[in-house]
T-cell receptor
Framework: GDSVTQMEGPVTLSEEAFLTINCTYTATGYPSLFWYVQYPGEGLQLLLKATKADDKGSNKGFEATYRKETTSFHLEKGSVQVSDSAVYFCALSDKGQGAQKLVFGQGTRLTINP | EAGVAQSPRYKIIEKRQSVAFWCNPISGHATLYWYQQILGQGPKLLIQFQNNGVVDDSQLPKDRFSAERLKGVDSTLKIQPAKLEDSAVYLC????????????FGSGTRLTVV
């Protein structure tokens, strides 16, 4: 079945450092890809998405490009802030499946130190 | 607009007891989802409703879990009897259509089974 594999955490960086969180996927169809973020004590929030190959999703300085050839959707940010500390989830939704459910990776906890 | 409301926020029960969680989706959202998020893992879909009908319950442990969405609005998820491995955060989400573009998650109910 469909699956998502994320970079193992936790990840700890200093403020203004460059961030990459790796995500690869396995899907039978042509999925849409997502990054969700979960701040402490809050629900999951959609950070960005891409619906087809070579699309780039971006939001709040974060970017991720849908790479069909490498089945990847790595999350990047050029300069992280303390407020970016959260758990990040990569997810896919396979358009071929009628229910359109989200399949999540295991999450990567990011801590940014001042 | 108001978000997805869930209650209670926390619940501690002994194994073999029963428990129920409540979710009120965003007004007008036809699709409602219940996800289970075990510590250190990504959320996993338990059940999806479209209005008051079940679209996907393939990963719902039906011997102990049940869910209903009477009148196609709010929903309850019940566990009876609970097991230790049911300790998790139970997330409710809603969307305005079958698809993930409009997903909004609630803050979740954290269940601890002792």
């Amino acid at each position: 079945g469909d699956s998502v594999t994320q970079m193992e955490g936790p990840v700890t960086l200093s403020e203004e450092a460059f961030l990459t969180i790796n995500c690869t996927y396995t899907a039978t169809g042509y999925p849409s890809l997502f990054w969700y973020v979960q701040y402490p004590g809050e629900g999951l929030q959609l950070l960005l998405k891409a619906t087809k190959a070579d699309d780039k999703g971006s939001n709040k300085g974060f970017e991720a490009t849908y790479r069909k050839e490498t089945t990847s959707f790595h999350l990047e940010k050029g300069s992280v802030q303390v407020s970016d500390s959260a758990v990040y989830f990569c997810a896919l939704s396979d358009k071929g499946q009628g229910a359109q459910k989200l399949v999540f990776g295991q999450g990567t906890r990011l801590t940014i130190n001042p | 607009e108001a978000g997805v409301a869930q209650s209670p926020r926390y619940k501690i029960i002994e194994k073999r007891q029963s428990v129920a969680f409540w979710c009120n989706p965003i007004s007008g959202h036809a699709t409602l989802y219940w996800y289970q998020q075990i510590l250190g893992q990504g959320p996993k879909l338990l059940i999806q409703f479209q209005n008051n009908g079940v679209v996907d319950d393939s990963q719902l442990p039906k011997d102990r879990f049940s869910a209903e969405r009477l009148k196609g609005v709010d929903s309850t998820l019940k566990i009876q009897p609970a097991k230790l491995e049911d300790s998790a955060v139970y997330l409710c989400a809603s969307s305005s259509q079958i698809g993930t573009d409009g997903y909004t998650f609630g803050s979740g109910t954290r269940l601890t089974v002792v």
